[in-house]
Every structure is written in C-alpha cells, then in structure tokens.
C-alpha cells in the first residue's frame, strides 16, 4: 500500500531441518514531534495563545496552546519549518526550525517569549560601559532580538525607557539615561528599524522597579509587589541592596500604538 513499509522474507533461522519459514514484517511510523511553551516576560504561561507552523514542503498546521502554556505538533522529517505564536495582548514571536533527516522517533523543544502590549518588557543583556552611554558588544545579541521582533510586528511603535538605580543627582541620572535609550534606538535605527517607530526616554532614578513574580522567584528575598524604592532598600542588607540596585538599572521598551502606518 501506498506510504506503508511492509513484506514478507524467508528463513531457516531456528529450524534445526534448515527449513526456510515465511516471515512478515511492518515498519512503524516514525514518531517525530515538536513541544515547548508559550510564556510572558515573567515566565507565566500566556492563555489562548495561537501557534501556527509552515513547512517547504507545503504543510501547514495552527493549535491553541494549552491553559498551561504547552503545545506539541507532529513534524515529517528533513524539513524547513517557521513557527508563528501570537496572542491578544501580545507581540508575535517567530522561531526556524528544521527538523532532522534521521529515521528515528525524535522530539525537539521550542519556547516562544511574548512580550506584552500593556506593560514595559525588560531587555535582558543589555550593558553599558561604566558611567557612559555607549552600548558594550555583548548587547548586540539582545539589540538584534528586539530587532527582529519589530520587523515581525511591523504595525507597533515603542518607547524605549532607560532606568538608572538611586545612587547620584537626579539631574544627572535623567541625562545619563537619556543618553542610554537614546543610544539603543540609534543601534535600532542602524539596524533598519524607522526611527518615527521608536522614542528614547531616560527616567533617571524616578521609576524604580516592581517585584514581578519572575523576579520574585529568582530572589525569594523581595516579595512579589514590592515597589525597590529608596526607603525600601536602604531597609535590606548591603549585599540585598546591590541586587535592587541592579534590577532597578534596566533598559525596557513599552508599546505606544499598534497601528503605524495602518491607514
């Protein structure tokens, strides 16, 4: 039958009278998955996310998510796959894949981060040199992300926020931080990204961090909600007070508008 491996051959294996004995035989499918998880920024699972995958050989598939953020579907193999994830509320997320041409059962893992419409998202990894506004070369991993991702949501505008901790003038921290997000959209605006989509703002010191429930679980010592304020972190220990100081010394973006260029 026609995508079915089977037949028959034969043998004297195990006759002590070299008689030959018809055997069959049938090749199970080949099991081949891809699994992983659609999350927020702080990890938490995004409900009725949708997943859709295209494949070069003319496939095409769209799930839902489960509550829980999970989803698997079945792949063939040695084929170019792109994977699309969106929710309401959220950024689209894109991901390649091209899956093994192994005949084996395989399983491979994919996650998909969405980064909110409502609230600032954090971009991780982004450094500075010391005291300056200039961007180091290890930010340009997470630069060339964000990148993409406007490229993939070409219809949203952005505030890019940077964010000092409380040590130094106010005056000071506003300029300095100024000079940082403005420092990030530039790099954006070398990448290709147009620079009516995106606003630099430096908010200095004025705007310290919320414990969110990611950060909650990766220092237990500040409960979730906790607003890392001044008068907060001068109650912790020094050694406490240096991670407040760090988390509050981020660089964020925020969505504007979703409809650039739309009319």
């Given at each position: 039958?026609?995508?079915?491996e089977a037949?028959y051959f ?8 070299g008689?030959?004995h018809?055997?069959?035989f ?7 998955l891809?699994?992983?998880w659609?999350l927020?920024?702080d990890?938490?699972?995004v409900?009725n ?7 070069n050989?003319g496939s095409?598939?769209?799930a839902y998510a489960?509550?829980d953020?999970?989803?698997?579907f079945?792949l063939?193999r ?5 994977m699309?994830?969106g ?5 689209n ?9 192994a ?16 609230k600032p ?5 982004i ?8 961007l ?7 630069l060339?992300?964000l990148?993409a991702?406007?490229?993939d ?9 940077s964010?000092?901790?409380r ?5 000071y921290?506003i300029s300095?931080s100024?000079?940082r ?5 530039d790099?954006?605006t070398e990448?290709g990204?147009?620079?009516?989509r995106?606003r630099?703002?430096g ?5 310290p ?8 679980r990766?220092?237990?010592q500040?409960?979730e909600?906790?607003l890392l304020?001044?008068?907060?972190v001068l109650?912790?220990?020094e050694t406490?007070?240096?991670i407040?100081?760090?988390i ?5 973006f ?5 409809d650039?260029?739309?009319?």
């Open positions: 039958s026609p995508g079915r037949g034969s043998s004297n294996r195990g006759d002590s009278r008689y030959d018809l055997y069959s049938e090749l199970p499918d080949l099991r081949i891809i699994s992983g659609v927020d920024n990890e938490e699972p409900p996310a949708i997943i859709r995958i295209v494949g050989d095409n598939q769209k489960k509550p953020g999970s989803f698997s079945p063939q040695g084929v170019n796959y792109v699309l994830a929710a309401k509320g959220y950024l997320a894109k991901q390649q894949f091209t899956s093994d041409t005949e084996e059962d395989a399983e491979y893992g994919i996650d998909f981060i969405l980064a909110s419409v409502t998202n954090i971009l991780e990894n450094f500075y040199d010391f005291d300056k506004a200039s180091r070369p290890e930010s340009r991993k997470a060339d992300e990148a991702k406007l490229r949501n070409p219809n949203i505008t952005i505030e890019m926020a964010h000092t901790d040590h130094g003038p106010e005056e921290n300095l100024q000079r997000a403005k420092s990030v959209v790099y954006l990448a990204i147009a620079p009516d995106m630099a703002q908010y200095g010191k004025s705007t961090k919320t414990v969110s429930k990611r950060i909650a990766e220092y237990p500040f409960p909600g906790q304020d001044e008068t907060y109650t912790l220990p406490d007070r240096e407040a100081d760090q509050n010394r981020r660089t964020e925020q969505v504007l508008t979703t650039y260029q739309m009319y």
